[in-house]
Nanobody
C-alpha cells in the first residue's frame, strides 16, 4: 500500500491559482510514476497530468496544457500540481495516483486503470 494524501484544494476566482500537493507515506516514492485526475459533478474521472518516475517526462491533457504544471520532490515523497489561469470548468475533485514502475523510465500512464494507488481527493472550485 502507498497511502496518498492530497491537499491544497479550495475556492478560487477565475484566473487565479492553486497548488495541490500529494504526499505519499509508507514506501519509497521514487519508483512510482504519479498522476493527477479530476472528476467534476456528474462526470467521469478524467486524466489531467502525469509525471514519470525519473521526473524526465510529463504528459498533460490538452485542456490544461500551458496552465498546469506537475512536479515531484522525491526527497519529500510529494508531487505537486501548480494550477494557473484557473477556469470554472476546472472545478472538480482532484485525485492523485501512483503507478509502480520496475525501473526508472520516461513512461507515465494517462489511463485511470493503470494506476495502483489513489488518494481520497481534494475539492477545487473555481468561481466565475
Amino acid at each position: 500500500q502507498v497511502p496518498l494524501v492530497e491537499s491544497g484544494g479550495g475556492l478560487v476566482q477565475s484566473g487565479g491559482s492553486l497548488r495541490l500537493s500529494c504526499a505519499a507515506s509508507g514506501r519509497t516514492f521514487s519508483p512510482y510514476a504519479m498522476g493527477w485526475f479530476r472528476q467534476a459533478p456528474g462526470k467521469e474521472r478524467d486524466f489531467v497530468v502525469a509525471v514519470s518516475n525519473n521526473g524526465n517526462s510529463a504528459y498533460y491533457a490538452d485542456s490544461v496544457k500551458a496552465r498546469f504544471t506537475i512536479s515531484r520532490h522525491d526527497a519529500k515523497n510529494t508531487v505537486y500540481l501548480q494550477m494557473n489561469s484557473l477556469k470554472p470548468e476546472d472545478t472538480a475533485v482532484y485525485f492523485c495516483a501512483a503507478h509502480l514502475r520496475p525501473y526508472p523510465s520516461d513512461y507515465a500512464p494517462t489511463t485511470e486503470s493503470a494506476y495502483d494507488y489513489w488518494g481520497q481527493g481534494t475539492q477545487v472550485t473555481v468561481s466565475s
